[in-house]
C-alpha cells in the first residue's frame, strides 16, 4: 500500500490503518445530524420535543464516540466502559426521533459501533 502522506499515515499502526476514516465519518455524521436537528428549525410542539429528544440523544452518544476513537487510534479504553453499555441503546432513540437520512445512519453507524466495542474491545472488572 503506497501512502502518499507519510508524516501521518506511516505512523499509524497497521492494526488502526482505519481509524482515520472512522474518525472522519463520525465527525461528518455527528455535525450532520446537529446541523439538520429539527428543534432549530420547529414548527410545532411536536417537531420541538422530537427535535429535543434528537438533541438530547445525540449528545449522551458521546461517549461512545471517544471510546470507538481511542480504540481505533491507539486499542486502548477511556475507562469509560460502563457508559458505552448505557449509553449505546440511546441510538435507538436516535433513529426514532431523527427525521434526516444523517441521523439514521449516525444511528445504525453507532449502533454497530457500540456492538462491536462491546462484544470485542471493551473489558469489563467485576467488583466482589
Known amino acids: 500500500m503506497h ?3 507519510s508524516q501521518l499515515l ?3 499502526r497497521p492494526s488502526s490503518r482505519c481509524a482515520p ?11 450532520a445530524t446537529l446541523h439538520d436537528c429539527v428543534l432549530f428549525d420547529a414548527h410545532g410542539f411536536f417537531d420541538w420535543a422530537f427535535g429535543l429528544l434528537e438533541l438530547l440523544a445525540l449528545c ?4 461512545v464516540a471517544a471510546c470507538l476513537f481511542a480504540m481505533v487510534w491507539r486499542e486502548q479504553s477511556l475507562r469509560l466502559d460502563i457508559c458505552v453499555v448505557f449509553t449505546a441503546p440511546l441510538y435507538v432513540l436516535l433513529f426514532i426521533t431523527g ?6 445512519a449516525l ?6 459501533a457500540s456492538y462491536w466495542l462491546i462484544k470485542y474491545k471493551l473489558t469489563y472488572e467485576h467488583c466482589n
Open 3 to 5: 501512502n502518499i502522506d
Open 10 to 12: 506511516s505512523h499509524i
Open 21 to 31: 476514516a472512522v474518525t472522519v465519518s463520525a465527525v461528518t455524521l455527528y455535525t
Open 60 to 63: 449522551c452518544t458521546v461517549p
Open 99 to 104: 427525521e434526516t437520512y444523517s441521523s439514521w
Open 107 to 112: 444511528a445504525l453507524c453507532g449502533l454497530a
